[in-house]
């Protein structure tokens, strides 16, 4: 090659080169996750920007649980912006229950044809292999604290759910939430691995586990 042709290639600066080395890096990463590893919490790192903040172990387990408890044997198990409880459920090993997971962050592909991509602002834009009240429960954690967000969510979850709900958000909307989908906020108080600026709360339209004691 002559001076002046490789003169003509373009040039990355070392910020464009850094940048672009990150991404690679970060496919590889999701790409070379295998077995349970790629169930572990945190695996994929929360994005602020997409308002993302995970339970702590603890919490996932204990909302995986409820929500294993009350679908039934052979149930069906939706979580909806609430990839930490699927993660959970997975690491269980249990073959009594399905589950798909609804998300916005294309991330979440890693888990196959149990992703589902999910934009809240197209509340029941789904494939057509998701059935309209195909799931015995949904577990659903709206990615933002407004009212908008939580009615576009609600719809969601009044067309996937038979019945069963149990809701994730901030105590803020106890009242819309009671409103919009006839549930009760319980004694059971979930925990993120980072501190939320807004108390946080659990909701059901159910007889359920999360008002018991452990």
């Known amino acids: 090659m002559s001076n002046s042709e490789d003169e003509d290639l373009p040039h990355l600066s070392s910020h464009a080169l850094a940048a672009l080395q990150e991404f690679y890096a970060e496919q590889k990463q999701y790409t070379d996750l295998s077995g349970d590893d790629k169930y572990n919490i945190g695996i994929i790192e929360e994005n602020w920007q997409l308002s993302q903040f995970w339970y702590t172990p603890e919490t996932a387990l204990r909302l995986a649980e409820e929500a294993v408890a009350a679908a039934g044997e052979g149930g069906r198990i939706a979580c909806v912006s609430a990839p930490s409880v699927y993660q959970k459920l997975r690491e269980l090993h249990r073959e009594d229950f399905s ?77 819309e939430a009671a409103k919009l989908l006839g549930v009760k906020m319980c004694k059971f108080i979930p925990k993120h691995t980072r501190t939320l600026g807004n108390e946080f709360r659990c909701y059901v339209n159910y007889d359920s586990g999360l008002d018991r004691e452990l």
Request: with cysteine; charged share 25%; aromatic share 14%.
């Open 99 to 175: 589950v798909c997971i609804f998300e916005y962050d294309h991330r979440f592909a890693i888990y196959g044809e149990e992703f589902i991509f999910y934009d809240y602002n197209n509340p029941v834009d789904l494939p057509e292999k998701i059935a309209a009240h195909s799931f015995d429960i949904v577990i659903a954690d709206p990615p933002y604290l407004s009212e908008e967000c939580l009615r576009k969510t609600s719809e969601t979850i009044k067309y996937l759910t038979r019945g069963k709900i149990l809701l994730c958000t901030g105590a803020v909307v106890e009242e």
